[in-house]
Nanobody, 123 residues
Framework: QVQLVESGGGLVQAGGSLRLSCAAS????????MGWFRQAPGKEREFVAR????????YYADSVKGRFTISRDNAKNTVYLQMNSLKPEDTAVYYC????????????????WGQGTQVTVSS
């Protein structure tokens, strides 16, 4: 059974940092692109970042570009999201997902999802 478990969320003041982790189990995802999405209260889930299966190819939403960094460790079957200079508008539940087809910027292009981790940024 495929399982994705996010961790690292929490409450942080504006300007602070958090590092989210997503541990995958049940199969090896080293040959799949991985992505992060987020969903704020009352809003649709939106794309945040994605990374290619080998790691060097990354892509970010404009809203997080320059502040967030996605990375992965295939040996640990884990993907990360380093979030710096956090803003109150970054408050959301953050989800990781396994990519199914390019360009990996829509939730419909992902196959498996984690349960999410809450990130709250206070002003």
């Amino acid at each position: 059974q495929v399982q994705l478990v996010e961790s690292g969320g929490g409450l942080v003041q504006a300007g602070g940092s958090l590092r989210l982790s997503c541990a995958a189990s049940g199969r090896t995802f080293s040959s799949y692109a991985m992505g992060w999405f987020r969903q704020a209260p009352g809003k649709e889930r939106e794309f945040v970042a994605r990374i290619s299966w080998s790691g060097p190819n990354t892509y970010y939403a404009d809203s997080v570009k320059g502040r967030f960094t996605i990375s992965r460790d295939n040996a640990k079957n884990t993907v990360y999201l380093q979030m710096n200079s956090l803003k109150p508008e970054d408050t959301a539940v953050y989800y990781c997902a396994v990519g199914r087809r390019a360009p990996y910027t829509s939730e419909y292009e992902y196959l498996y999802w984690g349960q999410g981790t809450q990130v709250t940024v206070s002003s």
